[in-house]
């Protein structure tokens, strides 16, 4: 093993030195991250707080007290969690006395991590007409409100509420005139959505380079809301890419006992690959794979038997492939460097690091998709860049033309359970055509054991 690796160092010394050329390609790079940052302009900032405010608290106070009660004579206190607050620095706000204070942190350390709480957290305290509180919630998130009351004994009692929640089932079918953004943006929905969409379709073609006017997309999706408040998407179920020259790929949401959710098309293959397209999906190729071209410094025909992938210093790099760090540091005109071994004799190589990820060292498995280190321009490199390799049994092979082979396929019982659910999917698309705007809504509840997976 020793010996493969001084063997696939010093090959990499072989393949030549990669630059970052090409002024134009870096334009249109800019380009492309200015028309993104300013899509998020109009986008992100309402959905990060977007979630529905506290539930009205004055009937369980009114419970607690076993007797009708006008609205007036309780009293409360709404705060927001502060960067630094700990949960007692919201209850000093709310004036409660020491003793209080100790009974609610000590019910609630049960049910909730108090280290982990964040900031723009809200919180409320009730309090009776002897300025003695009776309440105090928490909203750790739209779906995690927690609930202290003092009950008739005079303890303090914390549970987790039930939170119902609208759900709104919906299809979109569109034409892409310039982008992916700029389609789901016409139709109300958020960038997320549009990552999510993109992600599920990242093996198989890269949104940036690859969309063109004239392609089509379907996809069907939850969104949840509460009290007519926007909380967050739900899993996209089904999701379809047509593009204009005729290549269509479908996916279908499926998940089997045991394993985590994922996309399959219609014959149960699975739409993720064994290796990813790119370990830097946003990045643009600022040099490709080639057995000679002219070096633009040296200027003498080299090979380069690599991909250059431009992105701003400091973007993570993923894994291509689950793997094995068999190198992990400095090495010349590479820079920072690290090797990844993969089954079938397969090797990738990121090199030019800003850093290594932390916590990670030589012989660590990782899994595809796990962040290894940063973009950088250690060793020979003229701008931020990683210089991707994939060597498969002593051989470079060019990342960009690896085989397409599906990360799993469904088989037996599972693939007739899946068929199933594909025809079930394919109802209700039909169904969502019948309904005036292809959205459906139904009333579901998030239980301490039920709650939707959000994107
Ligand atoms: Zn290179």
Redesign the pocket.
Same mark, same amino acid.
């Given at each position: 093993m020793n010996l493969s690796i001084v063997d696939a160092l010093q090959s990499i010394k072989s393949t030549g030195i =990669?630059l970052l050329t090409g002024a134009r390609s870096s334009l249109v790079y800019i380009f492309a991250i200015i028309s993104v940052a300013l899509f998020f302009v109009n986008i992100t900032p309402a959905s990060l707080t977007d979630y529905a405010v506290l539930p009205e608290a004055v009937d369980s106070a009114a419970k607690y007290r076993g007797q009708p009660t006008k609205k007036t004579d309780y009293s409360r206190f709404h705060g927001e969690l502060q960067a630094g607050d700990t949960l007692d620095d919201t209850l000093r706000q709310a004036q409660i006395n020491a003793e209080d204070r100790h009974r609610i942190i000590s019910a609630l350390d049960e049910l909730l991590d108090l280290r982990a709480l964040r900031p723009r957290d809200r919180f409320m305290a009730v309090f009776d007409h002897h300025d003695t509180v009776v309440e105090y919630r928490y909203q750790a998130g739209p779906l995690d409100i927690y609930r202290v009351q003092r009950t008739t004994d005079d303890v303090f009692q914390a549970e987790k509420m039930n939170v119902a929640l609208e759900r709104k089932t919906k299809k979109i079918s569109a034409e892409v005139e310039s982008s992916l953004f700029a389609a789901f943006k016409t139709h109300g929905e958020k960038a997320r959505l549009v990552y999510s969409f993109a992600d599920i379709f990242s093996s198989r073609m890269d949104f940036n380079a690859e969309i063109r006017a004239g392609d089509r997309f379907q996809l069907i999706f939850e969104k949840y809301y509460q009290g007519g408040e926007f909380v967050g998407y739900g899993p996209i179920i089904h999701a379809r890419y047509q593009q204009a020259r005729g290549e269509v790929f479908e996916a279908f949401r499926f998940e089997s006992s045991g394993n985590p959710a994922a996309y399959f098309d219609a014959d149960g293959r699975e739409l993720a690959a064994n290796f990813l397209r790119s370990p830097v999906p946003m990045a643009r190729v600022t040099?490709g794979f080639t057995r000679g071209r002219k070096h633009p410094i040296l200027n003498e025909v080299r090979p380069?038997l &690599?991909?250059?992938l431009a992105a701003p210093a400091g973007t993570p790099i993923k894994a291509t492939a689950d793997g094995r760090i068999i190198f992990r540091e400095g090495n010349g005109d590479n820079g920072n460097l690290v090797v990844l071994e993969h089954s079938d004799g397969y090797f990738s190589y990121y &090199?030019h690091l800003s850093s290594f990820e932390e916590g990670l060292k030589v012989d660590d498995r990782v899994l595809q998709g796990d962040i290894i280190g940063f973009v950088g321009s250690t060793g020979l490199a003229t701008g931020p860049h990683v =210089?991707y390799r994939i060597r498969r049994h002593g051989e470079y092979i060019n990342p960009m033309k690896l085989s397409f082979k599906p990360r799993s396929v469904l088989k037996g019982e599972v693939l007739a359970h899946f068929r199933e659910q594909v025809e079930d999917t394919i109802r209700l698309a039909k169904n969502l055509d019948r309904t005036d705007r292809q959205v459906m809504t139904s009333r579901i509840t998030v239980t301490p054991d039920y709650r939707p997976t959000l994107l």
């Open positions: =990669c040099s380069h &690599a991909v250059d &090199a =210089c």
